[in-house]
């Protein structure tokens, strides 16, 4: 399971960093130190790949925000996305950066 999590973490620095139609899966397996196969493996197709980028991302985003019926929901959600830019960049909003690539093209990734 560890090279799974290696495989997005990577596909998710290189697709933040660059776009997601920027990169190769070669690249990605370089990044992640995994063959192609291996890639393949866990993500059978590269939208089944940028997919689980997404959910990973949004799933970690969203803990890290305090639940909205606590009463100082509003002022940590500004804290929390501070720290959150600190640790992963402040390149922009890699959902945006999936409407903007997947949007003509499919509307699930969108």
């Known amino acids: 399971m560890k090279k799974k999590l ?15 139609h920027a ?25 089944a790949l940028t997919a689980a980028v997404l959910e990973t991302r949004q799933d970690r985003f969203f803990a890290a925000l305090p639940p909205p019926e606590h009463a100082q929901a509003v002022s940590q959600m500004f804290d929390a996305m501070a720290d959150w830019m600190q640790q992963y960049g402040n390149n922009g909003c890699l959902f945006l950066k999936a409407w903007g690539e997947y949007a003509g093209e499919d509307a699930a990734l969108a």
């Open 23 to 47: 990169i190769s899966t070669d690249r990605i397996c370089s990044e992640a130190n995994v063959s192609t196969r291996t890639l393949y493996r866990y993500f059978p197709s590269r939208e």
């Open 6 to 20: 290696d495989i997005i973490n990577a596909a998710e620095r290189l697709f933040y960093l660059n776009g997601f």
